[in-house]
């Protein structure tokens, strides 16, 4: 059983709006950390947002004030809504977990160990 699922991803044009959700095989919430990555073609994979336990969010920097990063234990799914996208935003958004440890949640790849397979957003300008 895949233990994260992403979906939601598409083309939008820059200005827009999408929600990328990531269903858990397993109860989210026993998650210490879980977060949103995306890796542009070229370059290397980058850290989006990150959600802990207590619900602690963090963002980089070139998304706040327009992506936000939430989570429903009910549903075992963590959600991203993507607000004024850019050009800039266009890469393939992986969702990622880690299953223990604190709730200290950098958005550095070492510090999360189950990935999902990823969903494409493309933002045209």
């Known amino acids: 059983q895949v233990p994260l699922v992403e979906s939601g991803g598409g083309s939008v044009q820059a200005g827009g709006s999408l929600r990328l959700s990531c269903a858990a095989s397993?109860?989210?919430?026993?998650?210490?950390?879980v977060g949103w990555f995306r890796q542009a073609p070229g370059k290397e994979r980058q850290g989006v947002a990150s959600?802990?336990?207590?619900?602690?969010?963090t963002y980089t920097d070139s998304v706040k004030g327009r992506f936000t990063i939430s989570k429903d234990n009910a549903k075992n799914t963590l959600y991203l809504q993507m607000n004024g996208v850019k050009p800039e935003d266009t890469a393939m958004y992986y969702c990622?977990?880690?299953?223990?440890?604190?709730?200290?949640?950098?958005?550095?790849?070492?510090?999360?160990?189950?990935w999902g397979q990823g969903t494409q957003v493309t933002v045209s300008s």
């Open positions: 397993s109860s989210i919430y026993n998650y210490p950390c």
């Open positions: 990622a977990a880690r299953k223990s440890g604190g709730t200290w949640c950098p958005i550095g790849q070492d510090y999360f160990d189950t």
């Open positions: 959600i802990n336990y207590y619900d602690t969010t």
